[in-house]
């Protein structure tokens, strides 16, 4: 695995160097060991999946208030994702920045998510699944989010948004009063 580190500190692009021979290809997803680098000294509790049937379906922007402050490692496993992330932390040099990229089935790369940032993703493709590792059990008091348009942020989303749950086009809209997470 290669490890880059983005625009916003502590989240990382996360390339599979994938083994190739007549059967295909077999890669590592996850070792301990070489996360312990970039500082996951964590544990991932739940992974889930998510099923995606048409392209320009939004889900996000999502995060879990403290102490339930998650850490993820995202992964697109059929068709492709625009993936973002905004950074929440009040003393991060980059708080309310964004940092955006494309995941596919295609470019072996996955996504590290530290706490203290939301996360979305819009697909490019129907029939497009992520699986996801966290570090925190969902914990529905502690879930919360941030308005996919919200003007302060100006995500530029790479597709129009066709298909949106009524939840996540009702999260609030960030103000001047917002302190982070």
Known sequence: MKFTETILKGSYIVELTP???NRGE???TFCKNEFEQIGFNDNWVQTNQSWNLKKGTLRG????KPPFGEIKLVRCIRGAVQDVIIDLRKNSPTFLKYFSIELSEYNNLSLYIPQGFA???LTLEDATQLVYMHSQFFT???DAGINFAD???NIQWKNTIKIISDKDKQLPLLTNQFNGI
């Open 119 to 121: 996360h979305g993703f």
């Open 19 to 21: 083994l190739s021979d």
């Open 140 to 142: 529905p008091n502690a």
């Open 61 to 64: 922007m999502h995060y879990q």
């Open 151 to 153: 003007p302060i942020i």
């Open 26 to 28: 077999f890669a590592r």
